[in-house]
């Protein structure tokens, strides 16, 4: 049987290690991840025998042509970005470097024969809603952060390079996600290992602007499914949770939960990049992946899996 080669930008991230680890337990396919290490976590890697990590800056056309001219994948996943809102505030140079990185990863899927290319875009290319829950299909293109002006970019270059040249996508807009892997700068993450270390946990502002929460088992099977049954060509999805719940409130869950003495500090609101509201309208995703893990069980989850790593 003819293995599946397969792509991932960005492979030492959060979310795109997570599928990883997913994907390598299919013998059936062979797994290259890359990813510069400037966010990423080598710790995260899946070590399979079907798993081959290369260094490299998927913004390098040198680098990543000396990879995708070599190998002839099926599949890529570009998920490599540089993320978070106080980093992609504080680094807007390098966030419009990853527009060199759709040229270079769009121009050499279409000249390698890549079959289909999954985009990682964002919740951020709602700006400021002006709809709840956020749909699809009416993006208001209002955001004026850099980091949501290049995810538009993104989603640019997959509708272009489709009508042009017969290149297969699916957008995925990623809303907040969380799990075991997350990085300490991302709020859900922060606030438990603050909690469990009996310390101060920060909120800005205060604290009513809402979010929704993904576990990441439902963002990675819902990506597999959309893969392995071949569906969602050419489509945009919401990857998230419909639950809302103000930030103040995650926090006080947290502390219950954790049975933790930690107390609630306020700092000044953000001037900009701190959205008052986000909830994505999941029906899409819904009818794909028939399942939806409650903030609680997933919390649950983290919780224990940090407490135990903590404890070593």
Same mark, same amino acid.
């Given at each position: 049987?003819?293995?599946?080669?397969?792509?991932?930008?960005?492979?030492?991230?959060?979310?795109?290690?997570?599928?990883?680890?997913?994907?390598?337990?299919?013998?059936?396919?062979?797994?290259?991840?890359?990813?510069?290490?400037?966010?990423?976590?080598?710790?995260?890697?899946?070590?399979?025998?079907?798993?081959?990590?290369?260094?490299?800056?998927?913004?390098?056309?040198?680098?990543?042509?000396?990879?995708?001219?070599?190998?002839?994948?099926?599949?890529?996943?570009?998920?490599?970005?540089?993320?978070?809102?106080?980093?992609?505030?504080?680094?807007?140079?390098?966030?419009?470097? @990853?527009?060199?990185?759709?040229? $270079? &990863?769009?121009? !050499?899927?279409? +000249?390698? %024969?890549?079959?289909? =290319? *999954?985009?990682?875009?964002?919740?951020?290319?709602?700006?400021?809603?002006?709809?709840?829950?956020?749909?699809?299909?009416?993006?208001?293109?209002?955001?004026?952060?850099?980091?949501?002006?290049?995810?538009?970019?993104?989603?640019?270059?997959?509708?272009?390079?489709?009508?042009?040249?017969?290149?297969?996508?699916?957008?995925?807009?990623?809303?907040?996600?969380?799990?075991?892997?997350?990085?300490?700068?991302?709020?859900?993450?922060?606030?438990?290992?603050?909690?469990?270390?009996?310390?101060?946990?920060?909120?800005?502002?205060?604290?009513?602007?809402?979010?929704?929460?993904?576990?990441? @088992?439902?963002?990675?099977?819902? $990506? &597999?499914?959309? !893969?392995?049954? +071949?569906? %969602?060509?050419?489509? =945009? *999805?919401?990857?998230?949770?419909?639950?809302?719940i103000p930030i103040i409130e995650l926090a006080k869950k947290i502390i219950a939960m954790t049975n933790?003495?930690?107390?609630?500090?306020?700092?000044?609101?953000?001037?900009?990049?701190?959205?008052?509201?986000?909830?994505?309208?999941?029906?899409?995703?819904?009818?794909?992946?028939?399942?939806?893990?409650?903030?609680?069980?997933?919390?649950?989850k983290v919780i224990e899996i940090v407490k135990n790593q903590m404890s070593l």
């Amino acid at each position: 049987m003819t293995k599946t080669k397969i792509l991932i930008t960005g492979g030492a991230g959060f979310i795109p290690s997570s599928l990883a680890d997913k994907l390598s337990a299919n013998p059936n396919y062979e797994l290259v991840l890359v990813d510069n290490l400037l966010t990423g976590r080598a710790s995260n890697i899946p070590q399979k025998s079907n798993v081959r990590f290369i260094k490299a800056d998927a913004n390098n056309y040198d680098e990543m042509a000396a990879i995708m001219l070599s190998q002839s994948f099926d599949v890529v996943f570009h998920y490599a970005a540089v993320v978070g809102v106080k980093r992609t505030l504080e680094n807007p140079i390098s966030v419009l470097n @990853d527009v060199k990185g759709f040229d $270079t &990863i769009f121009h !050499l899927c279409k +000249n390698t %024969g890549v079959k289909r =290319i *999954f985009f990682s875009s964002s919740s951020e290319v709602y700006g400021e809603p002006v709809e709840f829950p956020q749909n699809e299909e009416t993006t208001p293109l209002n955001a004026r952060l850099p980091y949501a002006v290049v995810k538009n970019i993104g989603e640019c270059y997959c509708k272009a390079f489709y009508q042009e040249h017969g290149l297969s996508y699916t957008i995925l807009r990623f809303f907040n996600t969380y799990g075991p892997k997350q990085s300490t700068d991302f709020v859900m993450s922060k606030f438990i290992r603050a909690a469990l270390k009996n310390e101060p946990i920060t909120v800005y502002g205060d604290g009513k602007q809402t979010r929704t929460f993904c576990y990441i @088992d439902d963002n990675v099977d819902f $990506t &597999i499914i959309l !893969l392995e049954r +071949n569906i %969602g060509i050419n489509e =945009i *999805f919401n990857v998230g949770n419909r639950y809302e719940i103000p930030i103040i409130e995650l926090a006080k869950k947290i502390i219950a939960m954790t049975n933790s003495k930690s107390e609630i500090i306020h700092l000044p609101a953000l001037k900009e990049g701190d959205m008052t509201r986000r909830q994505p309208d999941t029906t899409k995703m819904q009818a794909i992946l028939n399942r939806e893990t409650p903030l609680e069980e997933g919390m649950k989850k983290v919780i224990e899996i940090v407490k135990n790593q903590m404890s070593l």
